[in-house]
T-cell receptor
Framework: DAKTTQPPSMDCAEGRAANLPCNHS???????VYWYRQIHSQGPQYIIH???NNETNEMASLIITEDRKSSTLILPHATLRDTAVYYC???????????FGAGTILRVKS | EAQVTQNPRYLITVTGKKLTVTCSQN?????MSWYRQDPGLGLRQIYY???????DKGDVPEGYKVSRKEKRNFPLILESPSPNQTSLYFC??????????????FGPGTRLTVL
């Protein structure tokens, strides 16, 4: 699975959009981008995934660049409860494991 | 409610005393796995199971055993725990078909301390 690079931490004001970047320059054609988050030692929670088109669900939007070397997770209106570690993961779809990196600590502040 | 449950949530034990951490899911998922999380090392996969009676090693299987006799249960067994197995453990499951096959559901975690 391709390696990802994320900033170690970010701050966001409550109610504003949180934009979390991820670089995955070695991604191959059959690999998907997945995002999970982990709130304070709870079990990781799935957010969204995509291949090359932008995706949106009730939690977030995922923007993938045309060359697929990077992506951005967007939380449109961040709340205090969105404070968590966000993991960007690249893997073959339905692969046998998720390879978690260090992730980005997002702190949402009032 | 769809969920993955783990027991116990917290356990303090001593070196060499066999223990089992149970994991159960109520979503009829075929795929289940165990991860451990350690500071600075992130989450690493220990074992996984594609279906009943089908298990395979992940990245860090040494010192662990698993079994998958029923679809809903995937216990993690530490035959002779050692202090380096002190960690936060997560069980996860996902479907192998349908819309939910992209999403892994994680349990709440088991914090294990081996003295």
């Amino acid at each position: 699975d391709a390696k990802t690079t994320q900033p170690p931490s970010m701050d966001c004001a409550e109610g504003r959009a949180a934009n979390l970047p991820c670089n995955h320059s070695t991604i191959s054609g059959n690999e998907y981008v997945y995002w999970y988050r982990q709130i304070h030692s709870q079990g990781p929670q799935y957010i969204i995934h995509g291949l090359k088109n932008n995706e949106t669900n009730e939690m977030a939007s995922l923007i993938i660049t045309e060359d697929r070397k990077s992506s951005t997770l967007i939380l449109p209106h961040a709340t205090l409860r969105d404070t968590a570690v966000y993991y960007c993961i690249v893997r073959v779809k339905y692969g046998n494991k998720l390879v978690f990196g260090a992730g980005t600590i997002l702190r949402v502040k009032s | 409610e769809a969920q993955v449950t783990q027991n116990p949530r917290y356990l303090i034990t001593v070196t060499g005393k066999k223990l089992t951490v149970t994991c159960s899911q109520n979503m009829n998922h075929e795929y289940m796995s165990w991860y451990r999380q350690d500071p600075g090392l992130g989450l690493r996969q220990i074992y996984y199971s594609m279906n009943v009676e089908v298990t395979d090693k992940g990245d860090v299987p040494e010192g662990y055993k698993v079994s998958r006799k029923e679809k809903r249960n995937f216990p993690l067994i530490l035959e002779s725990p050692s202090p380096n197995q002190t960690s936060l453990y997560f069980c996860a499951s996902r479907a192998s078909s349908g819309r939910a096959k992209n999403e892994q559901f994680f349990g709440p975690g088991t914090r294990l301390t081996v003295l």
